[in-house]
């Protein structure tokens, strides 16, 4: 505590990210990055762009990379907004779409962030409890007093939402914001996005992180109608002109057109989750049906702190959240086959 | 005007950047960019780091880059704060260290982003006037109630204040931040850096963009005590827990260590500037003494707006500012001698 601070960094509980240690070589199954390297085409994109350009300010609406996404999901340009990661555009958006004294729903169990923006930045928010299994019941979402988010699958439980149910609860809370965080869309879901259209009211958020293997590049985009994308930009150069740099616009350009390998790397990574799975399950593991790039597994007998910290000192990082109703559960990242491999492995020597 | 916007992005007037502008080819000394490339050395560095690891979270602390700025000014790395450029820290900054309801202050001439980051904020601020040349003086900001911030040298001015002046202000102000935006320190001013272990109350924050010719790539640094580097930490981390992507990070450290590089191209700079200025003097420009990479110019005769616009229809860029008090002044950034001789060419031909 410093005098120094204000009321709100005297106030914040800063959001933990997974671990990233450096002691030794870890499979990390922790923070679901991709497992497979990003496109070549990206590198090489990247490659060309570090040149003596870098002295001039990027573009600070990033039109090259919007009209990338637009053509993508077939919208217009306006109707897309990039930034440095799904995170800071999340930000964003709670500044742009939520206001103190005006309550939003998230739920209970969910990613772990929107209640460090809610206090960040003064917000009341009521957490939904999920029903059974962590299941989403879309009536406990309608007629919001100042909002709705929730990512599509949920994290950290894998939980998907239809497209039929979000339109629901767009069709529930018309005066308000709803906002889909599709960070792990890519991996088994529907996105929302086709729903953007018909509902003035849905931003759909998305990121490079997962599916284009670009964690380590901070590029994300949100999807929305023009009078969302203009309140985002409202707060964005209220903010910093500049917040994606000329090497990842570059590269995320290239990762967005290069459809094959997209197409298989995400293939790769449903698949082995498809194979562990049923193995998980026969060895006793409860595993919540997934459409995400990681699972949430509970076991009967095993507690989840101890099998965590078993798995770390074997080498392997998973994770763990000390949470009411999670408390124990674990999250594991898919990994290549191998890497599964070794965790099928290291749980089978925990509980034999 | 959206129903869906918050009150605080309704209430918005964002930053407006000088513009980019992209219809023809511009001597562009309108955005204060170094006319000089980066080093190649940093080119190389982000080539090599357009590697596989990419698939990878970057090291949410920058922990490697924050060695690399503490050992350049010799100072410990738990001082050393990075951000997506200078930008994201002052509004980190504004969100860290200021209160509402307890009002700030800046000079009234200035970076032109501060009362922005204040409206955003919500946050009360006096803008002090400037005495006579636009000189900042410093009792005007002693016993400040909610704190201090101003660049050195200042924006759009280019008029500097010595270390003297600036610790008179650290002593009367103990109990809050003063923040010394250094910017554009390094093309003559002395930073404020030594001062640092001496008040807990100084942070002060520099940008890669300028004299590391890159604003491409976005990245700043702050440096202050360990109070002043938690309570940024705070926010960031409860707003983007990986601001910086791996290339920025790689090509910023190259940028640090390659000391001859950065010196001849400051060098190179200033002397363009102690070149071009008596010239402009002697063809009737005023120029308010300069100790960055730009310089701020009126004429007696001529207006500023009407010669913005004649540069703009030759293709020279340059930033005027519709504001009181300096609404008959062009700020110009410092090209390369080349990029200055057709100015004054232009200069010429539109006042012969």
Chains 1, 2 share one sequence.
């Not at 939980?159 to 149910?165: C, G, H, L, S, W």
């Not at 298989?264 to 998980?280: F, G």
Request: include cysteine; glycine fraction near 6%.
């Amino acid at each position: 505590m410093s005098k120094y601070w204000s009321k709100i960094a005297a106030g914040q509980r800063p959001y933990v990210p997974g671990e990233q240690p450096k002691d030794r070589k870890y499979i990390k199954l922790n923070t679901n990055e991709c497992p497979y390297p990003p496109s070549p085409l990206v590198l090489e994109a990247i490659k060309e762009a570090a040149n003596e350009k870098l002295k001039l300010y990027p573009d600070p609406s990033g039109e090259d990379l919007r009209q990338t996404v637009a053509e993508y999901y077939g919208l217009k340009k306006e109707w897309v907004f990039v930034g440095n990661g799904s995170d800071e555009i999340l930000a964003f958006a709670f500044m742009a779409f939520f206001d103190p004294g005006s309550t939003i729903l998230f739920p209970d169990v969910t990613y772990s962030f929107y209640p460090v923006y809610a206090n960040l930045f003064q917000l009341d928010y009521r957490l939904v409890p999920l029903r059974e299994e962590f299941s989403l019941y879309p009536p406990d979402f309608y007629d919001s007093e100042g909002g709705v988010i929730f990512p599509n699958p949920n994290a950290p439980t894998g939980n998907y939402v239809t497209m039929e149910m979000i339109e629901k609860i767009l069709i529930r809370n018309p005066d308000k914001v709803v906002i889909v965080d599709e960070a792990y869309i890519d991996f088994g879901g529907e996105t929302a996005i086709p729903l953007i259209a018909k509902y003035p009211n849905l931003l759909v958020i998305q990121t490079l992180s997962k599916s284009r293997s670009l964690a380590g590049l901070r590029v994300g985009f949100a999807l929305g109608q023009d009078g969302l994308m203009e309140g985002l930009n409202r707060i964005k150069n209220s903010f910093n002109s500049y917040t994606l740099d000329r090497l990842s616009m570059a590269g995320a350009i290239a990762a967005i057109r290069d459809e094959s390998y997209f197409q298989a790397t995400r293939q790769k990574v449903m698949q082995t989750r498809e194979r562990i799975v049923p193995i998980l399950r026969q060895m006793g593991w409860q595993v919540i049906p997934s459409q995400a790039n990681f699972i949430f597994i509970s076991h009967p007998v095993f507690k989840a702190e101890g099998v965590f910290t078993e798995l770390r000192q074997q080498g392997i990082l998973v994770r763990y959240f000390r949470q009411p109703k999670i408390d124990n559960y674990l999250r594991v990242s898919i990994g290549s086959d191998e890497e599964m491999d070794s965790l099928l492995q290291a749980l089978t020597e925990i509980n034999p």
